[in-house]
């Protein structure tokens, strides 16, 4: 039955995501983060073990009661810090079929992390230098591995033209196969049940515009990647 056969369909392929938003500390008590919960990254995660594949899921700093939502059969390795989410990505990329980067990384990490609680007494804290992290997603993309589909994310405060230009530039400049681009903003994208995902292709083609629950979005995400395999393994 086609039903059925659809929902088995990355039976055989192992999908490695990693979702959720790093934090970088600043002392034992303080941390960069952002807004992301993972629950985008947790849907891709969920619905790609439905569908059959073997899914290993790197979490930052995900709540309890979204990463339950993985589901049972998903292999949460979690992580904090942007640096440890590299590594753990690094593992789980080098075993699977198609990598999937929708945690949002910190860009940068305090230059020092201070071993003791930053006080007022002590001077308080003017300012905090910076130093830019490695791009997780363009290692994955340079050391793909023959027959390996990388997938980013891009989460992008513009509209229309403008955000799909943003979305090719940056999928180039990553080097990756599909770059699923997001349009969020203070009201968009994060806390909401729901989501709008453009996907683009190598060839700069709009390959999905799905919106929707995550869960939805996710799965017209993981119906690109397959048609994207099935085209270049032809
Ligand atoms: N990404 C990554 N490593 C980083 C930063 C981002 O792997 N240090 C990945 C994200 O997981 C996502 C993609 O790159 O899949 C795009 O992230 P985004 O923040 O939209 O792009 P940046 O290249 O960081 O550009 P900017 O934030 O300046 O728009
Ligand atoms: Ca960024």
Redesign the pocket.
Known sequence: DELLDRRRDLAGLTVAV?AGGTREPIDPVRFLGNRSSGRQGVAVAAAAAERGARVLLAAANIERAVLDEAGAGVEVTPVGT?AE??DA?GELAAIADVVV???????FRPSAVADRKLTKEAGGIASIDLV?????????AAARAEGQTI??????TAHGEELLE?GRR?RA??G?DL??INEVGWALGFESEGNHLVVIDSSDEVVADASGSKRAVADALLDAVLAYRGQSSS
């Open positions: 990693s942007a989410l590299a990505m980067m929708a945690a949002a990384v910190a860009d830019e992290n490695p791009d997780v997603l363009k290692g994955l997938v980013g994310f891009a989460a992008e943003r940056k400049r990553k990756a770059l699923a």
